[in-house]
C-alpha cells in the first residue's frame, strides 16, 4: 500500500478558500487513480473528487464549480482548490489512492468553515 500524507486544511471564513494537498509515497504514483473524500460529524464518508491516471476527473454534485481536483505527477502530489467555501463543507477531509484492487487511505485533515 501507498503511504498518503495530507496538508492544507484549517480554519477559514465563509467565502474563502484552501488548497489541499496529499504527498504519496512510491514509485507507481502515476497510475495511481486519486481521491479526495469528505466526512462530516455524523455522517457518512463521501466522495468530493478524483482523477484518474489519465487526468480525467469526477466532481461531486454538491462542490462542483467551487472545488478543483490535479495532481502532480512529478512530486506524486495530488490536489483539492477549494474556493467559495460553505458552512457545509466542515469536515475532515481524506485522501484516497486506489490501484489494481488495493486501496490507501491518508490520516485526513480537519477543514472548518466558520465566521
Known amino acids: 500500500q501507498v503511504q498518503l500524507v495530507e496538508s492544507g486544511g484549517g480554519l477559514v471564513q465563509p467565502g474563502g478558500s484552501l488548497r489541499l494537498s496529499c504527498a504519496a509515497s512510491?514509485?507507481?504514483?502515476?497510475?495511481?487513480?486519486m481521491g479526495w473524500y469528505r466526512q462530516a460529524p455524523g455522517k457518512q464518508r463521501e466522495l468530493v473528487a478524483a482523477?484518474?491516471?489519465?487526468?480525467?476527473?469526477n466532481t461531486a454534485d454538491s462542490v462542483k464549480g467551487r472545488f478543483t481536483i490535479s495532481r502532480d505527477n512529478a512530486k506524486n502530489t495530488v490536489y483539492l482548490q477549494m474556493n467559495s467555501l460553505k458552512p457545509e463543507d466542515t469536515a475532515v477531509y481524506y485522501c484516497?489512492?486506489?490501484?489494481?484492487?488495493?486501496?490507501?487511505w491518508g490520516q485526513g485533515t480537519q477543514v472548518t468553515v466558520s465566521s
Open positions: 484516497n489512492a486506489r490501484y489494481i484492487g488495493t486501496v490507501s
Open positions: 512510491g514509485r507507481l504514483f502515476s497510475l495511481y487513480t
Open positions: 482523477i484518474t491516471s489519465e487526468g480525467n476527473t
